[in-house]
């Protein structure tokens, strides 16, 4: 009932940036927090920001804390991640995703996800 789709990938140098974004359709009203996730060839998908729908929260992991930020605009029903001083282990499909009732920082947690874009940095 929600359908979200990524754009914004591509392929950039190592201390580069890409901005991507995430629009959703449907039933967007009922949404309430949203979050970028990552893949890479061979591991698991991976936490990389969250968001709640006010904004009042914001969750970053680790590896992208100081490079990554995260924000949102309810009223385009989208959501984006600016990407600064990209290395080359930041390369994955990038996924974001949505839920309606409550939220956290793992997979398991959200109800709808996009198709992914890929994002590769090369070295």
């Known amino acids: 009932q929600v359908q979200l789709v990524e754009s914004g990938g591509g392929l950039v140098q190592t201390g580069g940036s890409l901005r991507l974004s995430c629009a959703a359709s449907?039933?967007?009203?009922?949404?309430?927090?949203m979050g970028w996730f990552r893949q890479a060839p061979g591991k698991e998908r991976q936490f990389v920001a969250a968001?709640?729908?006010?904004?009042?929260?914001?969750y970053y992991a680790d590896s992208v804390k100081g490079r990554f930020i995260i924000s949102r605009d309810n009223a385009k029903n989208a959501v984006y991640l600016q990407m600064n001083s990209l290395k080359p282990e930041d390369t994955a499909v990038y996924y974001c995703?949505?839920?309606?009732?409550?939220?956290?920082?793992?997979?398991?947690?959200?109800?709808?996800w996009g198709q992914g874009t890929q994002v590769t940095v090369s070295s």
């Open positions: 995703a949505a839920t309606t009732t409550n939220w956290g920082r793992a997979s398991d947690e959200y109800d709808y």
């Open positions: 449907g039933r967007t009203f009922s949404m309430n927090a």
């Open positions: 968001i709640s729908w006010g904004a009042s929260y914001i």
